[in-house]
């Protein structure tokens, strides 16, 4: 009996090493250079729904990572983090927000995810780690939206981080046969947003993402919360 094959390996690293800049596709500059954006204050806004003061405190360091939103149109949207582009997630949350509607959203200014977790007892919170959580309350511009859940990265995610290893920043439609993979035709076309942001650490229990401009550019202006409560 022949034995079968072996999984493709995957280009991507599991490293940190910092990569050079590339090119910004031209479409998602041109919507970046329309619409204005806030410098991050590297704080925590105390009045989104669930966030509490008691359990805020905010530090000034911060890294910079990628962050991916991507999904088909019409189903939920994926965030996967990245030390960078080349290398295998940090983590993906699928968001109870349909793709399309959150892409269009941010085309037309702010847009303020809060990510809520409780707290378990001591100990387990203790050996948990902030992005390990596995169930999030999701907020979206002060609404609640629904619940999400980390995963491990599917066969889908790696298909896009896979794609997107040139790409430091954009946004547009991957190449995706929805019906060769069992994917309803239904759900759209697979999109993508991907950009760099400060990963800024406010506690054990307390995170946030703010989005970079390009260049230097104006543009709409994503920021997401992670609080554990």
Known sequence: MTPPPS?????LQPSKKKQKPVKIIRYFRSIFRSLPILTPSCKFPTNLPGVHSDAISVSNSGTRVTGTLFGFRKARVSLAL?????CL???????????GNLLKEMTSGLVRIALESEKRAAAASEKTKLLDEPVWTVYCN?????YGMKREPAELDMHVMELLQAVSMGGGVLPYDNAENG???GDGELTYMRANFDRVTGSKDSEALYMVSPDGQNGPELTIFLVRV
């Open 82 to 86: 990245q030390d960078n582009p080349r």
């Open 183 to 185: 994917v309803n035709e």
């Open 7 to 11: 999984p493709r390996p995957s280009p």
């Open 89 to 99: 997630p940090i983590v993906v949350i699928e968001l109870p927000l349909p793709t």
């Open 142 to 146: 002060g609404r609640k939206a629904g």
